[in-house]
């Protein structure tokens, strides 16, 4: 549609002559152009028109008779179009054209093939025929995003968790970095896992920028002696559609560059993303801040040092050192060793070594896991092309944004572990528990409960298998008796205070009990735990001690019981008659017979405390137990009030502790052992 848009646009023109279709169309149709009076461009002509088609009409009236229809439909064509907008005229011209033209239509084979406007019509006939569709490049499809393998995606699961579990009992400060860890994971797995981000980071005058010219082939990165240089993070990707893992990094799009075009390093380290980062110890605080948060986001990092500053305190403190757990993402590059003479290269890389070794950097050394550690020149190009390799070697791999995010999980886990992990076993123990019911148990004086029990059984049984006249004898001693020396050694207040120093002294030493061996923390839980459950305790126990000491009837009276209250009663129905008989006697009323009713008399008055004591002898055993019984009673229903109140509250924090903890375990993975 394109060409013969141009083409039209071009014989539309009344002021052009149409040259570039007139070279296209064959000699019969150019002879006819030349006599149309529509490409005359002139107005003499148009005036004399009318003569020219009859001096035609005289000479040939065949070709008059073709030729006027042409005019005339040229002149109508210029005629409709004045007026209207070029883009209506390109477009529709034509179309209009051959549908106001019944003669058109009735023509058969090519109808207007005598000239510029016909050819024009048949052209645009075949171009809605056949339209032209111009080539568009292939939309590529957007990179798959970053896949983590299933011991990953576990670990974060479990950190997830383990930050839910934890908010209510640590400060948001404390889960902050592992809150950050699982935002960029899940950021970072979103976006295209086919490239791999690598952030060069140095001190000022390392050579960073250099390297990074170097290493894209082309000056990029500017460099010079002003410093600093590096004002702001420039980026060069090998691939496309690394345009959304650029945009996390805040870089702008003037600040985002192509290597120079080699297709052998472009399949080389096809893939990368190189950042150039500016200065570590940039006097400016904004570049300190931009390296900062660039190397909290990006896959691995080239620490570039020079044989100056290798062994400086603010890399080794400040970054080395708590990223040492990022080893396998890391590459400390010695630069500038074209300044070193002879073998003083080797020595200052061994040092180099040595200073990573105490940082705490595992080296890749021997097939293990670690940083990798090279010496180069990006001035002369020595060892660039090592660095290279080792580059495309790792960004091949496809697996630095995953071993980064573990890296990551492994730190925040260790940073955690104080509040998760203390190397003590922990939890509330059998013994601490009935500990902690005894206490209670004394606290409402069970003990003392059994023992008023007891002697209410017994007292029970005396009176039922008693002689009458000790029963009499003792009421009688009771009323005679003063009050003084019988008041309590405590007052009912004294004795309240104590129960209550009692309960809570149960509370702290169970509380203590439960919370050693836990993190500071969970300690504080559980204590807390502990503090509300003991509000109120005092009270609830003392309503409960009431419930359980209250008599719900009578005692229960052994099998012997009616035995003994029959003898009794025997014993004093033979004083009553031994003694009558012995007054009948004296009054006269009955024969004088004093054998008879003195045995009587004597059998009664020994038999009946003979009975009593018998009696009192076998209601020790049934008593003894009856007072267990009581005392079993209270302290079963104070272990229960303390349970409810305190320890069922202590167990869900321990509970609560032990799934934290397990959640821990899976976020180290075989990472390291839980204390």
Not at 104 to 112: I, K, N, S, V
Not at 160 to 179: I, K, Y
């Amino acid at each position: 549609m394109t060409a013969v848009t141009d083409r039209t646009d071009h014989a539309d023109r009344p002021d052009q002559p149409g040259e570039d279709h007139v070279e296209n169309a064959s000699p019969e149709e150019g002879a006819s152009e030349k006599d149309l009076p529509g490409n005359a461009g002139s107005k003499d002509e148009e005036k004399n028109e009318s003569k020219g088609k009859a001096e035609e009409n005289t000479g040939d009236g065949a070709r008059s008779e073709e030729k006027a229809p042409s005019g005339d439909v040229h002149a109508r064509v210029e005629r409709q179009e004045t007026g209207q907008r070029r883009v209506e005229r390109q477009e529709a011209g034509h179309a209009r054209v051959k549908a106001e033209d019944p003669s058109a239509r009735a023509e058969d084979g090519p109808a207007w093939d005598d000239g510029l406007i016909a050819r024009r019509v048949s052209e645009t006939a075949e171009a809605h025929a056949a339209p032209v569709v111009e080539a568009k490049p292939p939309v590529q499809a957007p990179p798959a995003p970053l896949a983590y393998d299933g011991a990953l995606r576990s670990r974060l699961d479990a950190l997830r968790e383990l930050v839910g579990l934890s908010r209510t009992r640590l400060d948001s400060r404390t889960l902050a970095e592992a809150g950050q860890v699982l935002d960029e994971a899940a950021a970072r797995r979103r976006l295209s896992g086919q490239h791999t981000v690598v952030a060069i980071a140095g001190a000022t005058g390392s050579g960073k920028s250099q390297l990074f010219n170097a290493l894209a082939g082309v000056a990029i990165s500017e460099t010079g002696v002003r410093r600093p240089t590096t004002a702001a993070p420039i980026a060069c990707s090998w691939s496309d559609g690394a345009a959304t893992l650029i945009d996390r990094l805040g870089i702008p799009g003037r600040l985002r560059r192509r290597p120079m075009q080699s297709p052998e390093a472009e399949a080389q380290l096809r893939g990368l993303v190189l950042v150039d980062l500016p200065d570590h110890d940039s006097a400016a605080v904004q570049h300190r801040e931009q390296v900062d948060r660039i190397l909290a986001l990006v896959d691995a990092v080239i620490w570039v040092v020079d044989p100056e500053k290798y062994a400086d305190a603010i890399i080794h403190e400040r970054y080395l050192r708590p990223m040492a757990g990022h080893a396998e993402v890391t590459f400390v590059v010695l630069n500038q060793v074209d300044r070193l003479p002879g073998e003083a290269a080797d020595q200052v890389l061994d040092d180099l070594r040595r200073l990573l070794d105490e940082d705490g950097i595992a080296l890749g050394e021997y097939g293990e896991p670690g940083a990798t550690v090279l010496a180069l020149s990006a001035l002369t190009g020595d060892g660039v092309g090592e660095l290279r390799e080792s580059l495309g070697q790792f960004v091949g791999e496809r697996g630095a944004a995953a071993r980064r995010i573990s890296a990551d999980v492994d730190a925040a886990a260790a940073r955690l572990r104080p509040v998760y992990s203390t190397g003590r076993r922990a939890g509330l123990s059998e013994e601490a528990r009935d500990e902690f019911a005894a206490r209670l148990a004394d606290a409402v004086g069970a003990v003392a409960a059994g023992d008023a029990a007891e002697r209410a059984w017994r007292r029970n049984a005396n009176r039922a298998c008693g002689t009458p006249w000790l029963r009499l004898w003792r009421w009688y001693e009771d009323r005679r008796e003063p009050p003084t020396g019988r008041l309590t050694v405590r007052a009912p207040e004294d004795e309240e205070a104590t129960a209550r120093q009692r309960v809570e002294q149960a509370v702290r030493t169970v509380a203590d009990r439960a919370a050693y061996g836990l993190p500071a923390p969970w300690a504080q839980a559980v204590r807390e735990a502990a503090t509300r459950g003991a509000q109120g305790l005092p009270e609830a126990l003392d309503e409960m001690a009431v419930r359980a000491t209250s008599p719900v009837g009578r005692p229960p009276r052994p099998g012997w019981w009616p035995v003994a209250v029959f003898a009794q009663a025997s014993m004093t129905i033979l004083q009553i008659i031994g003694g009558l008989w012995l007054l009948g006697q004296i009054i006269g009323i009955t024969s004088p017979n004093l054998g008879v009713p003195v045995l009587l008399m004597v059998t009664g008055i020994i038999g009946g405390p003979a009975v009593e004591w018998s009696s009192r002898m076998a209601a020790r055993g049934p008593a003894r137990r009856y007072g267990l019984e009581a005392e079993r009673r209270l302290r079963e229903a104070a272990a229960g009030c303390g349970r409810a109140r305190v320890l069922d509250p202590v167990a869900a924090e321990l509970l609560r502790y032990r799934e934290v903890r397990e959640q821990y375990v899976r976020v180290l993975g075989a990472a390291a052992p839980v204390g």
